[in-house]
């Protein structure tokens, strides 16, 4: 079992940068794969970013690249989404989530999908003003 605790978010202004953490319980966290996603009343559980278990490898949609960075350190039990430049276009609410992807799935695309994940965190706010 893994319980993923979430912390970071808020509200900035366009153009700022804010630091999500996931933070996962239990030895087993680091042998685990994890995506963000987000959620807005228009889409649900948008693909944001994933990265492999073990760090080497990760996957970001189009609309973030170059601008968001998504980094673990499996000494911290700890998945980072570091988000630069924002827009309000990114304003949602955020959760990670936690799955059982090899490397080669995250960097081909597949872990792209909200259902395939195992364990989720409680989701925090993103709130970006223009």
């Known amino acids: 079992q893994v319980q993923l605790v979430q912390s970071g978010g808020g509200l900035v202004q366009a153009g700022g940068s804010l630091r999500l953490s996931c933070l996962g319980s239990?030895?087993?966290?680091?042998?685990?794969?994890v995506g963000w996603f987000r959620q807005t009343p228009e889409k649900e559980h948008e693909f944001v970013a994933a990265?492999?278990?073990?760090?080497?490898?990760?996957d970001l949609q189009d609309s973030v690249k170059g601008r968001f960075t998504i980094s673990r350190d499996n000494a911290k039990n700890t998945v980072y989404l570091q988000m630069n430049n924002l827009k309000p276009e990114d304003t949602a609410v955020y959760y990670c989530a936690a799955g059982s992807y090899t490397a080669y799935g995250i960097t081909s695309g597949s872990a792209r999908d909200w259902k395939d994940y195992d364990y989720r965190g409680q989701g925090t706010q993103v709130t970006v003003s223009s």
């Open positions: 990265i492999a278990w073990n760090g080497e490898g990760d």
């Open positions: 239990g030895r087993a966290f680091s042998s685990y794969a």
